[in-house]
């Protein structure tokens, strides 16, 4: 179950991030309380939707890049409606569990057909019972996760392993851009599991440059020891796979568990 929720959550938070012109270190940032959030507290007790919502008012304002509570409830809202359409998804080849009904009532309409019904809804009315809603439920998931966390949030931008990748890539010499771009593609993908809570940023950024160096063939010192040990450590080999196989299996499109998370 907690592998299928947190992929669904953290899909939730890219898709606000980008409605809501937010930056990539606030995305990353709104995953880390995602997740931490969830090895202190109840998948049962608190649902995925409430608990992004509330992570991406929280990220804004600690990446200092805040927005307004009206603006993340609208953005939410139409995350939702587009969700339920599944909007531009094969709702015939994959499945969703118990929202299969209405897999079933989206699967007669185009894309086309789908939007205009996206159009055609009304704006949320601020001062009735469903906005107020949706803000009571914001607000209420915000101090729960401030209470959880103790209210230090502060240290988390300076703790993603993308701040690593750059400065690692410029000591180990790769003067390849698409590598340094593949490293950093594959430290986004990292965002979508736990692994920001079970290992050290240094080692995620580690494991990113190591398989995109793989990807392209860029051959890295191996003696008289490991270039990675120079960043974190000597016999972190088992944990440097680790976190190498779990990115990689996001990646996997043959994981129909993770590709159905979206829609759970």
């Known amino acids: 179950l907690e592998r299928l929720h947190r992929p669904h959550g953290t899909s939730l938070l890219l898709d606000a991030a980008t409605l809501l012109c937010l930056p990539p270190s606030t995305y990353a940032t709104a995953c880390t309380i995602f997740h931490r959030m969830y090895?202190?507290?109840?998948?049962?007790?608190n649902c995925v939707?409430?608990?992004?919502?509330g992570c991406?008012?929280?990220?804004?304002?600690?990446?200092?890049?805040p927005r307004t509570v009206r603006s993340i409830i609208l953005t939410f809202a139409h995350i939702y409606r587009r969700r339920r359409l599944r909007i531009n998804d094969d709702v015939q080849k994959y499945s969703y569990g118990a929202a299969h009904c209405e897999a079933d009532n989206a699967a007669s309409l185009t894309n086309s057909e789908k939007e205009n019904i996206i159009r055609s809804v009304k704006p949320m009315s601020l001062g009735g019972p469903v906005y107020a809603e949706w803000r009571e439920t914001l607000l209420n998931m915000e101090n729960v996760i401030l209470k959880n966390l103790g209210f230090t949030l502060h240290w988390i931008p300076d703790s993603h392993p993308h701040k690593f990748i750059l400065y690692f890539v410029r000591v180990l010499e790769i003067e390849s851009k698409e590598v340094a771009q593949k490293a950093w593609n594959y430290c986004n993908d990292s965002c979508h599991l736990d692994l920001c809570v079970r290992f050290d940023p240094e080692m995620i950024a580690c494991a990113a440059i190591l398989m995109a160096t793989s990807d392209h063939n860029v051959e890295l010192p191996l003696v008289p020891r490991p270039w990675w040990e120079v960043f974190i450590?000597?016999?972190?080999?088992?944990?440097l796979s680790t976190v190498c196989n779990s990115i990689?299996?996001?990646?996997?499109?043959?994981?129909l568990d993770i590709r159905r998370s979206k829609y759970a």
Do not use: Y
Not at 49 to 53: E, V
Not at 56 to 65: F, I, N, R
């Open 49 to 53: 939707w409430s608990m992004a919502i």
């Open 248 to 255: 990689f299996a996001v990646g996997d499109e043959s994981d």
């Open 56 to 65: 991406t008012l929280l990220a804004g304002k600690v990446e200092e890049e």
């Open 39 to 45: 090895h202190r507290v109840s998948l049962k007790q």
């Open 233 to 239: 450590g000597p016999n972190r080999n088992e944990d």
